[in-house]
């Protein structure tokens, strides 16, 4: 009897352990030792970060490089590969002593490295989109016209671990840019022994938290810890999976618990999910330094005229595109830099002034001697997402309503859109700017030279770049604002570009994903990301 009763006790036992269990969530078993996965929508534009402009390719290349700073969790900058920076008293002069670091092909990073790759992206020769940012060095400019050779520009390795930097005026920004891919040190080893190293995961090189274990164009890049980076002690995941998905299917794999972060930068969430999104207390928000407004080809019929630049921005009702289409709490765009720079004291335009609009279309029409029925045809091009779908579909209707006349929408593939834009094949054509450093002049620089890889517009104004090279000389904060604030203002007036909205950054993630840095940037980093199983609650059945 007493062996029976043992034997029923055990039992007694197992079902209140059992009952007892904490609570689960739909979790996945063991988050800490996979993968974090997300979806970067299309292949990368280029991995090679001096190339890096758009999005997808800036935050892949943060995951793989590091530059002489980074921007932390906090959105602040710290010191990264260099250990310590002097700064001369004329603010002028930069010398980085670099901490011991290593490529992922063995190598010891150097200084060289460093000058290799800067001087580089200035060489006439060397396609980057991004050369202006590297305009603030000392000849840098010049340099990349073939007026100077390299060996001028202000760029000196004195040493394996010292790199000197002259700069043409006091820049209070410039740590701050060299956290950005185009300051990033490429191994100089590498790439002369192999220009198109930085296409496939193979023959990749480089020196971030992670490094590709695979890359399956047009499928997926597989990422691993990097465990010969300098500060590997600090990244806690052992893997990132990067899929590429549409936007729609994004979503229903992250519903799926199939993806672990969906939405802001690298992609946008559906529209209509957002209202319950809200509801559920999942959605997240975060105001963003960036600005999406529509580039016009001034050198094209009919936005060569500036009448028509000024009737199409005019007649755009921007508070009913942010209410009813984006409903992300975005702000209406009268200027290209967000208002949280402290430039715009008022707007520059008025926000669907439909009498000014028509006014300067009869105008401009008048000056081509064109009708409305004359009036060339008219594309709109931009990316086949869904949100820019809609977005132009609600720009097409308002100019219908304005003017009678019906634009043509051109929805294109990621590839075959930045090819166009890039090649001014267009008329008008979606586009967007996100701060790479917390300065105005980051926006304006942007279309400050007609021959910028960054200008798509062919506009250039000889009043827009002396103040803006008048901004670059002035010491006195206030009065170097009070210029960019002038210059932002001949930007609007002649309204090379049609802003939109400013950017808010809406996402979700699994909650078991934890220390995700996104700044106000919109710089997306995982160095300090994990996977942690949440602490449930224990429940035993029957317990009040």
Known sequence: MEKHFNILAFFLVLLTVAACQPAKEKNRASVSAQALRINILDEPQ???????????SLTITRMLFDGMVRVNKEDKIELALAEKVDVSEDLKTYTFYLRDSFWTNGQKVTAHDFAYAWKKVLDPKFPADNASQLYVIKNAKLAKEGKVSLDDVGICAIDERTLQVALENPTPYFLELTAFPAFFPVCQKADLENDHWAMNGDTYVGNGPFSIKE?????????????????????????????MVKGETEFKMFEKNELDFAGSPLSVLPVDALEQLKKENILKTKQQLGTYFLCTNTQRAPFDLLEMRKAFALAINRQAIVDHVTQGNQIPAT???????????????????????RAFFAEGLQKAHLTKETLPSIALLYRSTERSHLIAQAIQQQWFDAFGVRVNLEALEAKVFFDKRSKKDFQLASSDWLADFNDPINFLEAFKYRSSGT???LWENEQYVQLLDASSREAAPMVRVDLMRKSEKVLMDE????????????????????????SSMGNLDFKWAYLRDNAPQEICKGEK
């Open 46 to 56: 280029t991995l090679d970060p001096r190339r890096a402009r758009d999005t997808t």
């Open 215 to 243: 890359w399956k164009h047009q499928d997926h890049i597989e990422m691993k810890k990097n465990e010969g980076y300098w500060d590997a002690a600090s990244v806690r995941l052992p893997a990132i999976s990067l899929v």
């Open 495 to 518: 309204m090379p570009i049609i802003p939109l909205f400013y950017y808010t950054m809406l996402y979700i993630q699994q909650s078991y994903v934890h220390d995700v840095a996104l």
């Open 455 to 457: 200008n798509s517009t």
């Open 335 to 357: 200027g290209l830099v967000p208002l949280s720079m402290g430039l715009q004291k008022e707007p520059y335009f008025k926000d669907a002034d439909l009498e000014g609009a």
